[in-house]
């Protein structure tokens, strides 16, 4: 079993930055890809930024030059550093490990709350 935490969410301004951090625990195995996603009101939940077991860092189109995602193993810590943040930013972001030999396996977090509005 893996539990995760996300911290860090708030509200922030348009142009502002936020950091998330995504506490991991537990057992945890054969990692495929951690990351990031995020869903709005009324919207499906999308990726945000992927850490691939390879090493590959993927963004969606929209975070680009503006997020950052990265990965302390040894504190088995996530992060997603975003700047120039808008309004179309806000959601609720969840972090996520996707690990599996035969089959994959989805953990999610509880979800932290992003609002940027002035």
């Known amino acids: 079993q893996v539990q995760l935490v996300e911290s860090g969410g708030g509200l922030v301004q348009p142009g502002g930055s936020v950091r998330l951090s995504c506490a991991a625990s537990?057992?945890?195995?054969?990692?495929?890809?951690v990351g990031w996603y995020r869903q709005a009101p009324g919207k499906q939940r999308e990726a945000v930024a992927i850490i691939t077991s390879g090493g590959t860092l993927n963004y969606a189109d929209s975070v680009k030059g503006r997020f950052t995602i990265s990965r302390d193993s040894a504190t088995k810590t996530m992060y997603l550093q975003m700047n120039s943040l808008k309004p179309e930013d806000t959601a609720v972001y969840y972090c996520n490990y996707r690990v599996g030999v035969a089959s994959a396996l989805n953990y999610w977090g509880q979800g932290t709350q992003v609002t940027v509005s002035s």
């Open positions: 537990g057992s945890i195995f054969s990692i495929l890809s």
